[in-house]
Protein backbone atom coordinates (compact mmCIF):
# COMPACT_ATOMS: atom_id res chain seq x y z
CA UNK A 1 0.00 0.00 0.00
CA UNK A 2 2.85 2.08 0.63
CA UNK A 3 4.42 1.83 -2.78
CA UNK A 4 0.99 3.67 -4.42
CA UNK A 5 1.93 7.15 -2.65
CA UNK A 6 4.91 7.06 -3.47
CA UNK A 7 4.34 6.55 -7.10
CA UNK A 8 2.02 9.29 -7.27
CA UNK A 9 4.31 11.30 -5.70
CA UNK A 10 6.64 10.39 -8.30
CA UNK A 11 3.96 11.28 -10.99
CA UNK A 12 3.11 14.64 -9.65
CA UNK A 13 7.05 15.64 -9.78
CA UNK A 14 7.36 14.94 -13.19
CA UNK A 15 3.94 16.75 -13.99
CA UNK A 16 5.34 19.48 -12.34
CA UNK A 17 8.93 19.65 -13.58
CA UNK A 18 7.68 19.08 -17.37
CA UNK A 19 5.25 22.29 -16.65
CA UNK A 20 7.97 24.33 -15.26
CA UNK A 21 10.31 23.67 -17.98
CA UNK A 22 7.71 24.44 -20.77
CA UNK A 23 6.65 27.51 -19.17
CA UNK A 24 11.04 28.74 -19.24
CA UNK A 25 10.96 27.73 -22.53
CA UNK A 26 8.51 29.89 -23.81
CA UNK A 27 9.30 32.58 -21.49
CA UNK A 28 12.66 32.53 -23.10
CA UNK A 29 11.99 32.59 -26.31
CA UNK A 30 9.32 35.63 -25.51
CA UNK A 31 13.14 36.92 -24.81
CA UNK A 32 14.24 36.70 -27.79
CA UNK A 33 11.75 37.16 -29.43
CA UNK A 34 11.53 40.75 -27.93
CA UNK A 35 15.76 41.52 -28.14
CA UNK A 36 15.32 40.61 -31.76
CA UNK A 37 12.81 43.17 -32.45
CA UNK A 38 14.24 45.98 -30.03
CA UNK A 39 16.08 47.47 -32.73
CA UNK A 40 13.20 48.96 -34.45
CA UNK A 41 12.34 50.60 -30.91
CA UNK A 42 15.47 52.37 -30.42
CA UNK A 43 15.22 53.62 -34.14
CA UNK A 44 11.70 54.73 -33.81
CA UNK A 45 12.92 56.93 -30.75
CA UNK A 46 15.48 58.30 -32.94
CA UNK A 47 13.44 59.12 -35.78
CA UNK A 48 10.10 61.13 -33.08
CA UNK A 49 12.76 62.76 -30.83
CA UNK A 50 15.77 63.55 -33.07
CA UNK A 51 19.22 62.26 -32.14
CA UNK A 52 18.94 61.42 -28.31
CA UNK A 53 22.53 61.08 -26.54
CA UNK A 54 23.65 57.46 -26.42
CA UNK A 55 24.65 57.55 -22.54
CA UNK A 56 21.21 59.66 -21.92
CA UNK A 57 18.96 56.58 -23.37
CA UNK A 58 21.11 54.32 -21.70
CA UNK A 59 20.67 55.65 -17.81
CA UNK A 60 16.95 56.52 -18.37
CA UNK A 61 17.10 52.54 -19.74
CA UNK A 62 18.48 51.64 -16.54
CA UNK A 63 15.78 53.59 -14.21
CA UNK A 64 13.05 52.76 -15.74
CA UNK A 65 13.37 49.19 -16.42
CA UNK A 66 14.22 49.20 -12.50
CA UNK A 67 11.27 50.86 -11.88
CA UNK A 68 9.44 48.22 -14.19
CA UNK A 69 11.26 45.37 -12.54
CA UNK A 70 10.37 46.36 -8.73
CA UNK A 71 6.55 47.12 -9.78
CA UNK A 72 6.36 43.11 -10.38
CA UNK A 73 7.96 42.04 -7.40
CA UNK A 74 5.49 44.52 -5.96
CA UNK A 75 2.92 42.97 -6.90
CA UNK A 76 4.46 39.20 -6.71
CA UNK A 77 5.33 40.08 -2.74
CA UNK A 78 8.87 38.86 -3.12
CA UNK A 79 10.05 43.13 -2.39
CA UNK A 80 11.45 41.19 0.71
CA UNK A 81 13.61 38.44 -0.66
CA UNK A 82 15.16 41.47 -2.86
CA UNK A 83 16.28 43.52 0.55
CA UNK A 84 17.90 39.73 1.71
CA UNK A 85 20.05 39.56 -1.43
CA UNK A 86 21.66 43.30 -0.60
CA UNK A 87 22.46 41.33 2.94
CA UNK A 88 24.03 38.31 1.58
CA UNK A 89 27.45 38.53 0.68
CA UNK A 90 28.21 35.25 -0.69
CA UNK A 91 25.19 35.99 -3.53
CA UNK A 92 26.59 39.92 -4.16
CA UNK A 93 29.55 38.21 -5.31
CA UNK A 94 27.90 36.68 -8.18
CA UNK A 95 25.39 39.18 -8.64
CA UNK A 96 27.72 42.33 -8.56
CA UNK A 97 29.99 40.79 -11.61
CA UNK A 98 26.58 39.64 -13.77
CA UNK A 99 25.44 43.68 -12.75
CA UNK A 100 28.65 44.80 -14.69
CA UNK A 101 28.26 42.87 -17.28
CA UNK A 102 24.92 43.62 -17.93
CA UNK A 103 25.69 47.22 -18.21
CA UNK A 104 28.33 46.56 -20.17
CA UNK A 105 26.28 44.51 -22.87
CA UNK A 106 23.40 47.05 -23.21
CA UNK A 107 25.20 50.12 -23.47
CA UNK A 108 27.81 48.09 -26.49
CA UNK A 109 24.36 47.22 -27.89
CA UNK A 110 22.88 50.62 -27.76
CA UNK A 111 25.92 52.27 -28.98
CA UNK A 112 25.85 49.77 -32.33
CA UNK A 113 22.34 50.46 -32.82
CA UNK A 114 22.88 54.00 -32.75
CA UNK A 115 25.61 54.08 -35.08
CA UNK A 116 24.51 51.66 -37.48
CA UNK A 117 26.23 48.45 -36.47
CA UNK A 118 22.64 46.19 -35.90
CA UNK A 119 24.67 43.35 -38.51
CA UNK A 120 27.43 43.06 -36.16
CA UNK A 121 25.31 42.66 -32.89
CA UNK A 122 23.63 40.07 -34.85
CA UNK A 123 27.12 38.13 -35.29
CA UNK A 124 27.88 38.80 -31.94
CA UNK A 125 25.30 36.98 -30.77
CA UNK A 126 25.17 34.20 -33.11
CA UNK A 127 29.13 33.67 -31.77
CA UNK A 128 27.53 34.38 -28.79
CA UNK A 129 25.70 30.62 -28.03
CA UNK A 130 28.68 29.04 -29.15
CA UNK A 131 30.59 30.38 -26.10
CA UNK A 132 26.98 29.64 -24.01
CA UNK A 133 27.76 25.76 -25.49
CA UNK A 134 31.23 25.72 -24.11
CA UNK A 135 30.65 26.93 -20.75
CA UNK A 136 27.39 24.78 -20.41
CA UNK A 137 29.39 21.49 -20.94
CA UNK A 138 32.74 22.48 -19.01
CA UNK A 139 31.39 24.84 -15.96
CA UNK A 140 27.89 22.75 -15.75
CA UNK A 141 29.21 19.02 -17.14
CA UNK A 142 26.29 18.76 -19.41
CA UNK A 143 26.35 15.98 -22.33
CA UNK A 144 26.30 17.24 -26.16
CA UNK A 145 24.28 15.40 -28.38
CA UNK A 146 24.46 14.52 -32.10
CA UNK A 147 21.75 17.26 -32.36
CA UNK A 148 24.24 19.55 -30.85
CA UNK A 149 27.02 19.01 -33.11
CA UNK A 150 24.86 19.77 -36.28
CA UNK A 151 23.62 23.25 -34.68
CA UNK A 152 27.19 24.12 -34.62
CA UNK A 153 28.80 23.03 -37.66
CA UNK A 154 25.62 25.12 -39.28
CA UNK A 155 26.15 28.07 -37.60
CA UNK A 156 29.99 27.85 -38.11
CA UNK A 157 29.19 28.19 -41.96
CA UNK A 158 27.00 31.22 -41.16
CA UNK A 159 29.35 32.65 -39.09
CA UNK A 160 32.87 31.67 -41.86
CA UNK A 161 29.97 33.15 -44.66
CA UNK A 162 29.48 36.55 -42.60
CA UNK A 163 32.71 37.16 -41.28
CA UNK A 164 33.97 38.19 -44.56
CA UNK A 165 30.82 40.25 -45.70
CA UNK A 166 32.01 41.97 -42.17
CA UNK A 167 35.67 42.50 -43.24
CA UNK A 168 36.93 40.42 -40.48
CA UNK A 169 35.17 40.06 -36.96
CA UNK A 170 34.38 43.24 -35.20
CA UNK A 171 35.41 44.49 -31.53
CA UNK A 172 31.57 45.09 -30.86
CA UNK A 173 30.55 41.21 -32.11
CA UNK A 174 33.46 40.20 -29.80
CA UNK A 175 32.42 42.39 -26.91
CA UNK A 176 28.60 40.83 -27.33
CA UNK A 177 29.55 37.41 -27.40
CA UNK A 178 31.54 37.42 -24.41
CA UNK A 179 29.75 39.87 -21.62
CA UNK A 180 26.23 37.94 -22.49
CA UNK A 181 27.80 34.53 -22.75
CA UNK A 182 29.50 34.49 -19.20
CA UNK A 183 26.82 36.65 -17.66
CA UNK A 184 24.22 33.72 -18.94
CA UNK A 185 26.64 31.30 -17.13
CA UNK A 186 26.63 33.19 -13.83
CA UNK A 187 23.37 33.24 -13.91
CA UNK A 188 22.66 29.61 -14.22
CA UNK A 189 24.87 29.34 -10.58
CA UNK A 190 22.36 31.54 -9.04
CA UNK A 191 19.62 29.84 -6.50
CA UNK A 192 17.68 33.05 -5.87
CA UNK A 193 14.66 33.76 -7.51
CA UNK A 194 15.15 34.27 -10.99
CA UNK A 195 13.26 38.22 -10.86
CA UNK A 196 14.67 38.72 -7.92
CA UNK A 197 17.93 38.35 -8.83
CA UNK A 198 17.34 40.53 -12.55
CA UNK A 199 16.13 43.73 -9.80
CA UNK A 200 19.01 43.16 -8.13
CA UNK A 201 21.69 43.41 -10.88
CA UNK A 202 19.69 46.34 -12.46
CA UNK A 203 19.43 48.58 -8.76
CA UNK A 204 22.73 48.35 -8.63
CA UNK A 205 23.43 50.15 -11.56
CA UNK A 206 20.99 53.23 -10.89
CA UNK A 207 23.26 55.12 -8.58
CA UNK A 208 25.16 55.65 -11.83
CA UNK A 209 22.31 56.48 -14.02
CA UNK A 210 21.26 59.03 -11.17
CA UNK A 211 24.24 60.67 -10.58
CA UNK A 212 25.18 60.49 -14.47
CA UNK A 213 22.06 62.87 -15.38
CA UNK A 214 22.46 64.72 -12.45
CA UNK A 215 26.07 65.71 -13.25
CA UNK A 216 26.47 65.79 -16.93
CA UNK A 217 22.86 65.20 -18.73
CA UNK A 218 20.51 67.91 -16.69
CA UNK A 219 20.94 70.67 -19.97
CA UNK A 220 19.80 70.33 -23.51
CA UNK A 221 21.76 67.13 -23.93
CA UNK A 222 19.47 65.57 -21.58
CA UNK A 223 16.38 66.73 -18.96
CA UNK A 224 16.72 69.60 -20.74
CA UNK A 225 14.92 68.43 -23.36
CA UNK A 226 13.04 66.32 -22.27
CA UNK A 227 9.13 66.30 -23.37
CA UNK A 228 6.13 64.19 -22.47
CA UNK A 229 6.63 62.08 -25.84
CA UNK A 230 10.43 61.43 -25.05
CA UNK A 231 9.69 60.90 -21.29
CA UNK A 232 6.72 58.28 -22.55
CA UNK A 233 9.17 56.59 -25.41
CA UNK A 234 11.79 56.77 -22.65
CA UNK A 235 9.37 54.82 -20.23
CA UNK A 236 8.62 52.13 -22.46
CA UNK A 237 12.10 51.61 -23.29
CA UNK A 238 12.78 50.60 -19.74
CA UNK A 239 10.21 48.40 -20.18
CA UNK A 240 11.02 46.36 -23.04
CA UNK A 241 14.37 46.22 -21.31
CA UNK A 242 13.51 44.60 -17.88
CA UNK A 243 10.31 42.54 -18.80
CA UNK A 244 12.79 40.22 -21.40
CA UNK A 245 15.25 40.19 -18.59
CA UNK A 246 12.62 39.24 -16.25
CA UNK A 247 11.57 35.86 -19.04
CA UNK A 248 15.00 35.42 -19.45
CA UNK A 249 16.86 34.59 -16.16
CA UNK A 250 13.01 32.41 -15.62
CA UNK A 251 14.76 30.36 -18.51
CA UNK A 252 17.90 30.32 -17.71
CA UNK A 253 17.20 29.11 -14.35
CA UNK A 254 15.02 26.20 -15.58
CA UNK A 255 16.82 25.24 -18.76
CA UNK A 256 19.93 23.51 -19.50
CA UNK A 257 22.21 25.82 -20.72
CA UNK A 258 22.92 24.38 -24.14
CA UNK A 259 19.11 24.70 -24.71
CA UNK A 260 18.81 28.38 -23.76
CA UNK A 261 22.17 28.68 -25.73
CA UNK A 262 19.92 27.65 -28.87
CA UNK A 263 17.44 29.46 -28.14
CA UNK A 264 19.33 32.81 -28.80
CA UNK A 265 19.85 32.46 -32.39
CA UNK A 266 15.81 33.98 -32.64
CA UNK A 267 16.96 37.36 -31.07
CA UNK A 268 20.23 38.05 -33.86
CA UNK A 269 18.05 36.73 -37.12
CA UNK A 270 15.27 39.29 -36.39
CA UNK A 271 17.95 41.75 -35.97
CA UNK A 272 19.60 41.03 -39.58
CA UNK A 273 15.55 41.80 -40.82
CA UNK A 274 15.73 45.14 -38.41
CA UNK A 275 19.07 46.15 -39.57
CA UNK A 276 17.55 46.00 -43.14
CA UNK A 277 15.05 47.75 -42.60
CA UNK A 278 16.95 50.33 -40.69
CA UNK A 279 18.96 50.62 -44.00
CA UNK A 280 21.92 48.74 -43.49
CA UNK A 281 23.21 46.85 -46.37
CA UNK A 282 22.43 43.54 -46.46
CA UNK A 283 25.17 42.14 -48.73
CA UNK A 284 25.19 38.36 -50.23
CA UNK A 285 27.37 36.93 -46.97
CA UNK A 286 24.86 38.61 -44.71
CA UNK A 287 21.88 36.73 -47.04
CA UNK A 288 24.03 32.77 -46.45
CA UNK A 289 24.65 33.85 -43.16
CA UNK A 290 20.92 34.25 -42.57
CA UNK A 291 19.68 31.01 -44.53
CA UNK A 292 22.37 28.81 -42.75
CA UNK A 293 21.03 30.03 -39.43
CA UNK A 294 17.37 30.68 -40.17
CA UNK A 295 16.80 26.96 -40.65
CA UNK A 296 18.10 26.79 -37.11
CA UNK A 297 15.55 28.88 -35.22
CA UNK A 298 12.81 27.74 -37.09
CA UNK A 299 13.31 23.95 -35.40
CA UNK A 300 14.34 25.79 -32.23
CA UNK A 301 10.40 26.84 -32.26
CA UNK A 302 9.04 23.44 -33.02
Not at 34 to 55: A, R
Request: charged residues 15%.
Amino acid sequence: MGKLPDFCRKVRGNVCKRSTTARAWGLCRCAFFIWGFQPLYWYMCTNVCGEIDTFFIMACRIIWAAVACLCILKVQGKLPQLWAVFKDKQVLKREMPASVLLFGDWLVYLWAVQNGRVLECSLGYYIQPLVVFALGAVIFREKMNWRHFVIIAIVVVGIVFSTSGFGGVPYVTIALALMFSIYAAIKKSLTIDSIVSTTSEILMMVPVALLFILFFRMGDNGMGSMTVIKQLLMIGGGVITGLPMVFYSIGVRHLPLMTTGICQYISPSLSIICGAIMGEALTHEKLVELSCLSGRVSSCMC
